[in-house]
């Protein structure tokens, strides 16, 4: 049955990899926030699986949790990538309208895309939805659950280029390094971004530089929940699904403390609390 099959993947996620999710920050998405999450990406753009021009693309897939109840078609329309060869094998055998592959998206190049991929990415008439729930890990933090140093997991290429552009502190954060390079991939096309992360990159004074310079874009809907929900991560801080309108730039995103506070209030307000038990 549909629950059992849902009750097994649960318990894969929480056995299979354990010490590699703990050492990257990476957990996967209980599918009832998925599903909410969809909703809200259905709300923003409609049914864009009718138009030919739509593409999605998971470049952060894990087991596939985002996708796993999506129908052929709207698979049909999707790409899935995932650092680790063994969960892009495992999506492949369970998602197989959708092309799936293997590729980390921190460190490889785009010739290493599949081919149809790079043709839709030329493709200036293609319309995106960026959808993914990015590992969380800080270098040189102390893991939550463990309180260990994590100093070589942000160690990326990404990494690189932001510390070339005096980013700060922002690009030992793993999240911030794949909205850096999609936002880079992504810039002059139409696009949405709908993530799950912490809310660091809006509310930190270390983010500021970060934001200013490349992360001026429109806020459209979302809700957040407690980490607790996450199986495997004993820590205790907000998570949201926000999508952002990458093609529509505000001009400054925050300038003054102030600023900040309105800001992080309006979003706040904005955002949907899926249910009492789960406050944060």
Same mark, same amino acid.
């Given at each position: ?26 957990? /996967? ?8 999450? @969809? ?13 030919? *021009? @739509? ?13 796993? %109840? ?7 329309? $999707? ?11 495992? $999506? ?26 790079? !043709? ?45 552009? *005096? ?10 390094? @794949? ?21 660091? /990159? ?11 310079? /490349?992360?001026? $874009? ?6 957040? @929940? ?6 495997? $991560? %004993?820590?205790?801080?907000?998570? !949201?699904?926000?999508?952002? *309108? ?35």
């Amino acid at each position: 049955t549909a629950d059992a099959i849902i009750s097994i993947r649960r318990k894969m996620d929480r056995l299979t990899e354990e010490n590699l999710r703990r050492r990257t920050g990476e957990f /996967y998405t209980p599918l009832a926030f998925a599903d909410k999450a @969809f909703e809200y990406l259905t709300r923003t753009v409609g049914n864009w699986w009718l138009d030919d *021009n @739509f593409r999605l693309w998971d470049m952060a897939a894990g087991t596939g949790n985002l996708e796993f %109840n999506f129908p052929p078609e709207i698979l049909k329309k $999707c790409y899935i990538s995932t650092l680790i060869q063994d969960d892009a094998d495992y $999506c492949k055998s369970i998602f197989r309208e959708a092309t799936v592959f293997q590729f980390d998206f921190l460190n490889d190049d785009a010739n290493k895309l599949p081919e149809n991929l790079r !043709g839709d990415l030329d493709n200036p008439n293609i319309k995106w939805i960026i959808y993914i729930n990015p590992p969380y890990a800080t270098a040189s933090n102390k893991d939550l659950t463990k309180k260990v140093a994590k100093p070589n997991v942000s160690m990326t290429k990404i990494r690189k280029l932001m510390t070339d552009e *005096n980013l700060g502190e922002v690009s030992r954060e793993l999240f911030s390094q @794949f909205i850096y390079r999609i936002i880079k991939d992504f810039d002059n096309r139409q696009a949405w971004l709908g993530m799950f992360s912490s809310l660091r /990159y809006i509310t930190t004074v270390n983010d500021e530089k970060f934001r200013d310079k /490349y992360f001026a $874009c429109k806020f459209e809907r979302g809700f957040m @929940f407690s980490s607790k929900n996450f199986d495997g $991560c %004993n820590g205790k801080f907000p998570v !949201g699904f926000i999508i952002w *309108n990458l093609a529509e730039k505000i001009i400054k995103l925050m300038n003054a403390p102030d600023d900040k506070k309105i800001l992080v209030m309006t979003l706040t307000n904005k955002l949907f609390l899926p249910s009492t038990k789960m406050k944060l």
